[in-house]
């Protein structure tokens, strides 16, 4: 070990293993990553999201993935939560169902899957350590860096430090996590043997029985929701394909006689009976003879970075928000492109210090926006089970976010500028889109405060004073590579052909579709003149439209309807966010403090 490094990262998962091989593969930055176990281990989180695949490209660990027998391809999911038949989605459902290519994803066994991408980090240069255990991290005396004490009494000094360690308190935050979702969950999980593909299940719904295309399994019963995995594990020294069958529960569940899902016996007579899934597993074996236990999983820390203090939170040790859309390992490399396209253009000599800050302010504010927006999805999806299983006492549990705030501001700010997960939105209503979802529950409740405007017909609408705007180099958050939004007519008919094309081979396509590793995006910042480290509204220009808005408003104030009338949805959404921070002031005639946007003369926007 080196007694310098430009970066040291703290943890050795998929989210940091990922970020050492961005920084290594580009070159210029030393890096090592310093993880206390000894690979391969265990792990939960066996299903991915899609977006995973992407960043596996740009990191070049895709390739030996594949070659791989660690995983099965994974095309979607099958989520059966009430008496009538499942919903069912493909990943990116909607376009792939336009331009019929198939995104997809992996079931991977983690202990060796995370094995590859941690040797990956070690063969494209990245200095790698296993059962070295990190015991603390202070900022060095002239502030230019970070000394990591390790437990075996050696230190290390970086340039920056990066804590990617999982589900803990931070060694750098010196705070507790708080709590992301008012659920307060706990995951009770075993590996089978015997069991069927969830494929195969019978029924017209099934849209991935023709070709074989394997989906993840979510069922909901009396006292949670299980999930069934197809997993390919060494057994005995030999290879075969179990099912990782879960459940997800409130830890209160436990306590009542008959339903001590740690109890192996308990846990599969209770899974054997889960509607769908029972049909799946009548004989399933187990593969070890105690069940694995994950608690107190949803949670959040208050800052994800800090520039003075040169770290940065990634994956779990900044949140995690639940195991129902698998999204903990996408989103946690998504995160490691984002960090390592901030530490490269810090340390480029490009940016001057303002510019920096303004990334690394990108990168705290936009992903707490991602957490916030997402827990309160999934929160709604929960809420929209609990109305299914009236009887349930687990279920009507559900929804209530005590010690949750829902008005946060980077809530908000979620919001109105990121759409609800396509995917999931098309699981919950059947295609239905936000127009069928339960007005009542936790994500469209807050929704409905975020989009709730006072107006009028001479309302009129101008810039609060001090107000102004900066403009610079932005991250692109979450930047996802290869995807098309939600609304494909704001991407070019070439650029959706292209990551259409992609998804077909992505790496022999890799070039098709812009990378996004080390990419920043023109932005306009809306913030107070004389507090520039205070609220700050972010507008993407190509997205948002931020500039053209400044010069209609600059001038103000000017009649709503007047405005409204040549604002793009971006510019709409734009306009409500910067309400919200209280950067535009109305005036004119008010109506009733509760009247919703678009009601009244008919020209106000929601």
Sequence with gaps: MRPYYDVVIMGGGPGGSTLAALLARRGGLSVAVLEKEEFPREHIGESMAHPLIPVLEESGALEKVLAGKCWVKKFGGIFQWSDTGPHVAYFDHDNTVRDGVHRWAMHVDRAEFDKVLLDHAADVGADVFEGVAVAGCALTEDGRGREVVLKDGRTVRARWFVDASGRRNSIVTGKKREWLSGYRNIAIWQHYLGGRLAQTLDGDWNIFRERNMSPIGCFAFRDGWCWYIPVPKIIDGERKLTHSIGIVTDPSVLKRP??????????????????????????????????????????????????????????DASYFVDPLFSSGVAFATNQAVAVATVLVRTASGELSEPEQRELWRDYDTEWHGMA???????????????????????????????????????????????????????????????????????????????????????????????????????????????????????????????????????????????????????????????????????????????????????????????????????????????????????????????????????????
Excluded at 261 to 270: Q, S
Excluded at 387 to 416: I, M
Excluded at 462 to 483: H, M, N, Q, R, Y
Aim: charged residues 25%; negative net charge.
């Design 258 to 315: 008959g339903t001590d899902f740690t109890d192996p016996e308990v846990f599969l007579r209770t899974v054997q009976r889960v509607p769908r899934l029972r049909d799946l597993i009548e004989d399933v074996r187990p593969v070890g003879d105690k069940m694995l236990t994950a608690t107190n999983y949803s949670m959040i820390n208050d800052r994800f970075c800090d520039y003075d203090g040169r770290w940065l939170l990634l994956g």
């Design 372 to 606: 916030s927006t997402f827990a309160l999805s999934i929160d709604q999806w929960y809420h929209a089970i609990g109305s299914d299983n009236p009887d349930s006492v687990y279920w009507n549990t559900r929804g209530r976010r005590e010690g949750v705030e829902l008005d946060h501001e980077r809530t908000f700010h979620a919001l109105l500028n990121t759409a609800f997960t396509p995917d999931l939105l098309q699981l919950m209503t059947d295609g239905e889109g936000m127009t069928g979802l339960d007005p009542a529950g936790p994500y469209m409740a807050a929704y409905a405060r975020a989009n709730r405007l006072v107006l009028t017909a001479d309302t009129k609408v101008s810039p609060a004073p001090g107000v102004t705007v900066t403009e610079g180099p932005g991250l692109d958050i979450p930047g996802f590579k290869a995807a098309i939004p939600p609304d494909p007519s704001l991407m070019p008919v070439e650029a959706r052909r292209a990551a259409a094309t992609y998804w077909t081979d992505p790496t022999r396509h890799a070039d098709l579709v812009p990378p996004s590793m080390g990419a920043t995006v023109p932005v306009q910042r809306f913030h107070f003149r004389d507090d520039p480290d205070g609220v700050a509204v972010r507008a993407v220009a190509d997205r948002d439209g931020g500039a053209e808005l400044w010069e209609s408003l600059k001038d103000g104030p000017v009649l709503w309807s007047d405005l409204v009338r040549c604002l793009h949805p971006g510019q709409q959404r734009l306009v409500q966010r910067l309400l919200q921070a209280g950067m535009l002031e109305l005036s004119g005639t008010a109506a009733t403090p509760d009247t919703p946007a678009g009601s009244g003369d008919g020209h106000a926007t929601g």
